[in-house]
C-alpha cells in the first residue's frame, strides 16, 4: 500500500491488495461486497487508511461499500 | 536417570500447549510436548472465536482439518441479556453484505479439536508424549532449565531445556515456578454446572449455530449447538451455591433443571429435549469458573499460557481464544530469543505485556457487561454491579494489568476505573438498545456495538490475528504497545518496528476501531 493522496487510482489499487486482484479488475461502481470485500478486510482498509491520514470511519464505509462512494468519502 | 535434552518442552497438550510447541517446531526447534493423559479426551469450553480459526488456526495449518471436522458454524453469540426481553446478536461481521467465510467461527467438540492441534503437532516435529506426568521443575535462582516426569513405564525421566512453557491448564501445579502467585477476582467468582442434551431446539436461520448466553434470576447459561441434535448447556451461578451443586449425580440433575426451568428460552428449547445420561457426555460436570491472573507470566526460562496463567469468566468465548493467543504469542518470544534476533527480557515484556493488556480489555468488556444486567434482583446480579467493585479489588486489578489505557496515561486510580467501567457498561447498554433485537435489520448490523471503545479494545488484536491468517504475511503492524515489537514477516517472531516515513497518528486519542 502507498501513501499516495485518496485518488480513486489509490483506493482501486488499495482494495486491489486486499481482495488478491489487480487494479484493473475491481469494479468501481459495484458493491465491493460482491468483489469479495468481508468485515476484516474492510477493517484493514480503514486502519491502513487511518494510519496515513485519512479520518474515516469504518462504518460509514461498510454502509456504502464501492470505491466510487469511497473517493467521495475519503477524497476530502 | 534417562536424560534428554530439547530446546522447548510444554506440558500440557490442550490448545495453548499444541500451539506454542507447534509454532515453535515449525522454525526447526526441538520441542517436547508431555500431555498427562490420552488423546482424545473431554474439555469444556467449546465456543471459538474467529481470531482462532481463521488466524491462529491457519498459521498451524490445520484449516483443511477444521473443515473437514463439519462442527457447526457460529455467526456470533446471541444474548438474552440486559434490558431486551428479545435475543440481541452480537455477530463478527460488521453487516450481512460483509459477512464472508472468514466472518464466523466454530463450535467445537473440544476432545475433536484438541486433538487436531495435538496431531498436527505431532505431524509438524512436536515429539508428543502422552499419559506422563510432570512431577518437577528443575530451576536454579537464574532460570528455569527443565522438568522431572515419570514416563508410562513408572520411568524417571529428566530433559533439560532453555524452556519450559506450562500450559497444564486451570489446575497447574507449575505455575508457581515462574516467580508469581494466582490472584481471583473477587466479583466473578462462578462457578459452572453444565451436560448435554439431545433433541434441543436452535436459533432462527442464519443464528442457528450461534452460541446463546441467557441470563436468569441466579446468574446465566450457555446453550452451544455442538451438532444437529447435540447440545452443551450449562449453567453459571455464584460460587456460594457449591454446596447443592457437589452432590451426587442427583443434586446435581436437580439443580441444573431447575435453573433451566428458570431461564425462559433454555427452558422453551429445551423442552423436547432429552438430557444424555451415558458416554462422556453423560455426566454432569461442575467447574470453578472464577476469573483469575497470574502475577507473573514468566521467569528466565518458562512461560505460562492458557488456563495455567489466566482465565476470564466464559460469556464471551475467550478461554480457547487467551490460550492460543498466548501460544502464539510465547512462540514469537521463544523463537526469536531462540535465534538471536532478540534479547530475552525484551522478547518476554513483549508476551507478558500482550498478554496482560487482552487479559485487561477482556476484564473491563466483562465487568461492563456484567454490570448491563446489574438491575436483576438476586445476589448473582447485585454483586456485579460495577459500582459495587471496591477499592481492594480495583487495585488488585490495576496490579495485574498495570492500569487501562487512556488517552496517553493508564488509569490506575481504583475511582476512576469505576467510573471507566461504569461508563463502558453505559455505552455498551446505549449500543446494545441501538441494534435492537436479533432478525432484524438493525440487529444484523454492528454498527453501534463495534463503536463502544470497550469492544474496539477487545477486537483490536484478535483482528490483527484474523488479518494476517486471511491475507498472508507483512500486514504492516505498529507496535501495540508503547516502545514495544511487531510481528516479524512471518509471525512466528518479533521484529522491531520498521521506521515510518509518515507521522502517525497518536493512537490512543481514539478509541481503537474494531
Redesign the interface.
Known amino acids: 500500500?502507498t501513501?499516495a493522496p485518496f485518488t480513486s487510482e489509490r483506493i482501486r489499487a488499495d482494495v486491489a491488495e486486499?481482495l488478491f486482484l489487480t487494479p484493473e479488475e475491481v469494479v468501481d461502481d459495484q458493491?465491493l461486497?460482491d468483489q469479495?470485500?468481508?468485515?476484516?478486510?474492510?477493517?484493514?482498509l480503514?486502519?491502513?487508511w487511518?494510519?496515513?491520514?485519512a479520518e474515516v470511519?469504518?462504518?460509514d464505509l461498510?454502509?456504502r461499500?464501492t470505491v466510487a462512494q469511497w473517493v467521495e468519502l475519503l477524497g476530502h | 536417570m534417562h536424560a534428554e535434552e530439547f530446546d522447548v518442552v510444554v506440558v500440557g497438550g490442550g490448545p495453548g500447549g499444541s500451539t506454542v510447541a507447534t509454532l515453535v517446531a515449525m522454525q526447526g526447534h526441538r520441542v517436547l510436548l508431555l500431555e498427562k493423559e490420552t488423546f482424545p479426551r473431554y474439555q469444556i469450553g467449546e465456543s471459538l472465536l474467529?481470531a482462532t480459526v481463521?488466524g491462529v488456526c491457519r498459521l498451524l495449518g490445520v484449516t483443511e482439518e477444521m473443515e473437514k471436522a463439519a462442527f457447526t458454524v457460529k455467526r456470533g453469540g446471541s444474548f438474552r441479556w440486559g434490558t431486551n426481553p428479545v435475543p440481541w446478536n452480537f455477530l463478527?461481521?460488521?453487516?450481512p453484505?460483509?459477512?464472508?467465510?472468514?466472518?464466523t467461527a466454530y463450535q467445537v467438540e473440544r476432545m475433536k479439536f484438541d486433538e487436531i492441534l495435538l496431531r498436527n503437532a505431532a505431524a509438524k516435529g512436536v515429539e508428543v508424549r502422552e499419559n506422563v506426568a510432570v512431577g518437577e521443575v528443575l530451576e536454579d535462582p537464574e532460570r528455569v532449565r527443565g522438568v522431572r516426569y515419570t514416563d508410562a513405564d513408572g520411568c524417571p525421566r529428566e530433559i533439560t531445556a532453555k524452556y519450559v512453557v506450562d500450559a497444564s491448564g486451570n489446575r497447574t501445579r507449575l505455575s508457581g515456578h515462574a516467580g508469581g502467585e494466582r490472584v481471583y477476582s473477587e466479583h466473578f467468582k462462578n462457578l459452572a454446572l453444565f451436560g448435554y442434551f439431545e433433541g434441543g431446539k436452535r436459533l432462527p436461520g442464519a443464528d442457528s449455530g450461534n452460541i446463546l448466553c441467557a441470563a436468569f434470576d441466579e446468574g446465566w447459561m450457555w446453550y452451544i449447538p455442538l451438532s444437529d441434535t447435540l447440545t452443551s448447556v450449562g449453567a453459571v451461578i455464584s460460587s456460594t451455591r457449591a454446596q447443592e451443586i457437589q452432590g451426587d449425580e442427583s443434586a446435581r440433575e436437580e439443580a441444573l433443571l431447575g435453573f433451566v426451568d428458570r431461564c425462559e428460552i433454555v427452558r422453551g428449547f429445551l423442552s423436547e429435549a432429552t438430557r444424555i445420561t451415558t458416554g462422556t457426555y453423560g455426566e454432569l460436570r461442575v467447574r470453578k469458573d472464577y476469573s483469575y491472573a497470574n502475577t507473573r507470566f514468566w521467569r528466565p526460562g518458562m512461560a505460562l499460557v492458557g488456563d495455567a496463567a489466566c482465565f476470564i469468566d466464559p460469556v464471551f468465548s475467550t478461554g480457547v481464544h487467551l490460550a492460543t493467543y498466548a501460544g502464539l504469542l510465547a512462540a514469537r518470544s521463544i523463537n526469536s530469543v531462540l535465534s538471536g534476533a532478540v534479547a530475552e527480557d525484551r522478547a518476554f515484556a513483549e508476551f507478558e505485556g500482550r498478554y496482560r493488556r487482552e487479559y485487561g480489555v477482556f476484564y473491563e468488556f466483562l465487568s461492563a457487561f456484567y454490570d448491563m444486567q446489574g438491575n436483576e434482583e438476586g445476589y448473582f446480579w447485585k454483586a456485579k454491579k460495577v459500582t459495587s467493585f471496591d477499592s481492594s479489588a480495583m487495585e488488585a486489578f490495576v496490579s495485574l494489568v498495570g492500569g487501562v489505557a487512556s488517552g496517553e496515561t493508564a488509569l490506575t486510580d481504583p475511582d476512576a476505573l469505576v467510573a471507566r467501567f461504569g461508563n463502558s457498561s453505559r455505552s455498551l447498554a446505549s449500543a446494545v438498545e441501538a441494534t435492537g433485537d436479533m432478525s432484524t435489520a438493525s440487529g444484523e448490523r454492528m454498527?453501534h456495538l463495534?463503536?463502544v471503545p470497550v469492544v474496539g479494545g477487545v477486537m483490536q488484536e484478535m483482528?490483527q490475528i484474523?488479518?494476517r491468517g486471511?491475507?498472508g504475511s507483512a500486514?504492516?503492524e505498529?507496535p501495540l504497545l508503547p516502545g514495544g515489537l511487531v510481528p516479524s514477516d512471518d509471525g512466528l517472531a518479533w521484529a522491531p518496528p520498521a521506521p515510518r516515513?509518515?507521522p502517525?497518528?497518536q493512537e490512543n486519542h481514539e478509541p481503537p476501531?474494531?
Open positions: 500500500m501513501d486486499v458493491p461486497s469479495g470485500l468481508d468485515s476484516i478486510r474492510l477493517m484493514t480503514a486502519e491502513r487511518n494510519a496515513t491520514g470511519d469504518i462504518l461498510a454502509e461499500p | 474467529p481463521h463478527f461481521a460488521v453487516s453484505e460483509l459477512s464472508g467465510p472468514t466472518s454498527r463495534f463503536g483482528n484474523q488479518r486471511v491475507l500486514t504492516g505498529t516515513t509518515t502517525i497518528p476501531h474494531p
